[in-house]
């Protein structure tokens, strides 16, 4: 058992599915989108977009948007489509040139805002409760750490983005 909680843990069955859904941010009926027009990305470029995430127990742990808004892979143009790859190395690089990072890993969800974006969260060495699928969920679990140092973490993960050109 690997969860941040105590047990015993009871399985409970889903509740009645919710249809329509309620919209997204970004979606008509929803919230305004949040990302469209953002300009504290710690790098960026005319297509992406990096961030500090807020409220977070990992230093290092960012998360990565389009600069358009999209909803979803299949909706990226060919060419942004193209770059993904290429993006996600270069951003896991910059994260693993932070101390004691076992290993970064990469989630995508979609479910809160409409805007295509993505989380690069690094799963600190040692901490083996925390593989796979659990890390988020330590993540939440675990206190957050001062903005200020989310920050500092960011402008080093930042600089090494710029570096790598
Ligand atoms: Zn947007």
């Known amino acids: 058992m690997t969860f ?33 027009n953002r300009d504290d990305h710690i790098w960026a470029d005319d297509h992406w977009g990096v961030y500090n995430p807020v409220g977070c127990s990992l230093p290092g742990t960012v998360w990565v948007a389009s600069r ?20 996600i190395a270069k951003v896991e690089r910059a994260i693993l ?15 809160g805002g409409s805007h295509f974006h993505f989380w690069l969260m690094p799963r600190p060495l040692g901490m083996l ?23 500092a973490v960011g402008k080093r993960i930042g600089a090494h983005l710029r570096d790598a050109g």
């Not at 040139?97 to 479910?111: N, Q």
């Not at 969920?137 to 140092?149: A, C, N, S, T």
């Open 68 to 87: 358009m808004h999209v909803d979803s892979f299949s909706d990226l143009p060919v060419q942004l489509q193209g770059e993904l790859g290429g993006l």
């Open 129 to 151: 409760e925390a593989s796979k699928h659990f890390l988020p969920i330590w993540e939440e679990q675990m206190p957050p750490v001062p903005q200020e140092e989310i920050e």
């Open 4 to 36: 941040p909680f105590a047990e015993p843990l009871i399985p409970v069955p889903a509740g009645p599915r919710v249809i329509p859904e309620p919209p997204r941010r970004g979606e008509p009926g929803g919230d305004t989108c949040g990302v469209c």
């Open 97 to 111: 040139t932070l101390e004691d990072i076992a290993r970064v890993h990469l989630y995508r969800w979609g479910d």
